[in-house]
């Protein structure tokens, strides 16, 4: 690089010539920027709708105020309470699950020394991750159809037990959800601490097996140590995130039976439900459930960004 | 080879035990889909089919490819790959570059990372999302797939960071030269970021060929469906009651549930193919994504 450019440049670089160059990076900016407004920000305005009794005939605008009566009405419903338990607690179901399967399969894959093996494996583990939720409703729906499913027709009626009608039993779904949320995103888990696992310098396995280490304490004085960051940054995220439900898995895995809502409606399920409703239902009511869901998440991912910083500072987010 | 001792072998006999049942139980409610869709009906209908087609039969994707819905979506899925991949692409891009830049040289910087990042951390919800675009009229347009999520955030902090990396005198040089702020981002820093471009382009890819949920509530009519969306309807459907006089004779070769598992089998067919050779990009990208700067 010419060194003499070099010397003079930054004295030369004058406020004018970057405000100019700083145009461009305006421009640039610019058509993604208007986006976001519009599709982002125009919709945190529309929340007010949370405020009103919507009418449609004077629109949303022309709808009257009501204060917070939809907010009022919707807690006096059970609705509120059983969507928000449901969203919560399949929430902490999964993350505690989902990190218990993910590091024990990572550790189970790191013990094969065959590589091509290993890859073999670790696809098969993290393929179901592609498939859309409609192709794993579709499955879990070829397993548990009344008529034709594999578990009625193959399993049960060996077992001689009478045919169960899933998709009619509430009980039964706790279950269900949480073995179809882990059975496609445990892959996606195990190979982010698979790659933590293969990162950990080899020269502390070396060390502990001088010491005469057995494979086991191996693994809690040396694996489990050096996942830890990685273990607790990501599962403070998911707690960000425990307001919030997969909406695939609940709206396409359960087929949206009437019957399961009491153990498979969350808040995105029901919002959705509202607004797709022949009537149309109350929008207004909807939108302060969808707010509701905002602002707690909202509260939950700064509380846990927060406590990301005070761990470790380069992985917050903010 | 040294000799492994007895508690090993015992170990490593267990492990393949959970991972081949794992594997198993991963792949083979895939491979029980394709081989009905690749069976005869009577077969199927008989329970036979586990995971090999029994009396080999194509009849069922010959049916559902002469079916205009199902071709229509497929279209309407291709198109809509094609026109948000670049629309979500181009803008990730031209969104990270002036991001990338330290404060010194793009002042209000820090402003904009914020008006960008806020978005992730609070939303208006679906009602008034949705009441967005039906105000901007796109609902029913093929733009309603593509606009809504034109500007994945997420990728967008992804891909700055790895233009942060970068070293400055790549930009300093190319300055020197000349070269605007287009001419460097387009001719050093994206042929330079290939790999970070390529993970989020498949990231892309596979997500607009599976999102489904869009498609349902932003588009009126079924004739509009991306093939995820229409997949959701069909799967649903358990009567016969849409069929016609002619289809009722076609039910001698095929079923709903051998064309329903053909159906499946096409919607999930690009990614099958791809993945067992883009794996290791999907692989580097999650973990890119997982561990920030």
């Keep these: ?318 | 080879m040294h000799v492994l001792s007895f508690g090993r072998r015992i170990f490593l006999t267990v492990n393949y035990t959970v991972l081949v049942l794992l594997a198993c139980s991963c792949l083979l409610p895939f491979i029980n889909v394709l081989a009905t869709s690749l069976s005869s009906s009577p077969a199927v209908n008989a329970g036979e089919v586990s995971l090999w087609p029994v009396d080999f039969s194509l009849a069922s994707y010959r049916y559902i490819v002469s079916n205009p819905a199902f071709v229509g979506s497929f279209g309407i899925t291709l198109e809509r790959v094609a026109l948000g991949t670049a629309v979500n692409m181009l803008l990730t891009i031209m969104l990270a570059y002036p991001l990338s830049k330290d404060n010194r040289s793009f002042r209000l910087r820090t402003v904009y990372v914020w008006v960008f990042v806020f978005t992730i951390l609070f939303h208006g919800g679906l009602i008034p999302w949705y009441m967005t675009i039906k105000m901007t009229h796109l609902l029913d347009t093929i733009w309603a797939l593509i606009l809504p999520g034109a500007v994945p955030v997420f990728n967008v902090i992804l891909l700055l960071n790895f233009f942060r990396s970068l070293p400055k005198e790549l930009e300093e040089s190319s300055f020197i030269d000349g070269a605007g702020h287009w001419t460097t981002m387009w001719k050093i820093y994206v042929p330079i970021s290939m790999p970070a471009i390529a993970t989020i382009l498949l990231f892309t890819m596979v997500g607009h060929w599976n999102s489904w949920f869009d498609g349902l509530i932003l588009m009126n009519s079924p004739k509009h469906y991306p093939l995820s969306s229409y997949l959701q309807t069909v799967i649903i459907q358990m009567d016969y009651s849409q069929l016609k006089q002619e289809d009722i004779d076609l039910l001698a070769v095929i079923s709903n549930r051998t064309t329903k598992a053909a159906q499946i089998i096409v919607g999930a067919l690009p990614i099958l193919i791809v993945y067992p050779f883009l794996q290791r990009y999907f692989v580097k990208g999650i973990v890119l994504g997982s561990v920030k700067e």
């Design chain 1, 1 to 318: 690089m010419g060194s003499k450019f070099m010397t003079h440049k930054p004295v030369r670089r004058s406020l004018f010539s970057d405000f100019r160059k700083q145009k461009y990076l305006f421009i640039l900016l610019l058509p993604g920027t208007l986006y976001l407004l519009v599709n982002n920000y125009l919709p945190m305005i529309g929340t007010i709708i949370a405020f009103k009794k919507v009418n449609y005939v004077k629109g949303i605008f022309g709808s009257p105020w009501v204060g917070f009566d939809n907010f009022k009405f919707l807690f006096t419903t059970t609705d509120a309470y059983v969507i928000t338990r449901n969203t919560v607690l399949y929430n902490l179901v999964f993350i505690a699950l989902g990190l218990l399967f993910a590091v024990a399969f990572a550790v189970l894959l790191n013990e094969i020394r065959i590589r091509f093996v290993a890859k073999f494996f670790q696809s098969a583990l993290f393929f179901p991750h592609f498939l859309s939720f409609v192709v794993v409703g579709y499955l879990v729906y070829s397993l548990l159809s009344i008529e034709n499913g594999f578990v009625n027709k193959h399993l049960l009626s060996v077992l001689g037990k009478d045919p169960i009608n899933w998709y009619n039993e509430p009980n039964y779904w706790p279950f269900i959800l949480t073995s179809v949320h882990l059975w496609k995103s445990v892959g996606y888990g195990t190979v982010i601490y698979l790659a933590a696992i293969v990162g950990v310098d080899a020269s502390y396995y070396e060390a502990a097996l001088i010491d005469g280490a057995s494979k086991w304490k191996q693994f809690t004085n040396v694996t489990l140590p050096s996942l830890v960051p990685i273990i607790t940054i990501l599962t403070l995220m998911s707690i960000g995130h425990i307001f919030y439900a997969d909406f695939g898995l609940f709206y396409q895995v359960p087929l949206n039976s009437g019957m399961l809502y009491p153990t498979t409606l969350v808040i995105d399920t029901y919002v959705y439900n509202i607004l797709t409703s022949p009537l149309h239902g109350d929008l207004g009511m909807a939108t302060a459930a969808g707010l509701y869901q905002s602002l707690v998440g909202f509260v939950l991912v700064l509380l846990s960004n927060g406590l990301i910083r005070k761990i470790n500072k380069e992985n917050a987010l903010f």
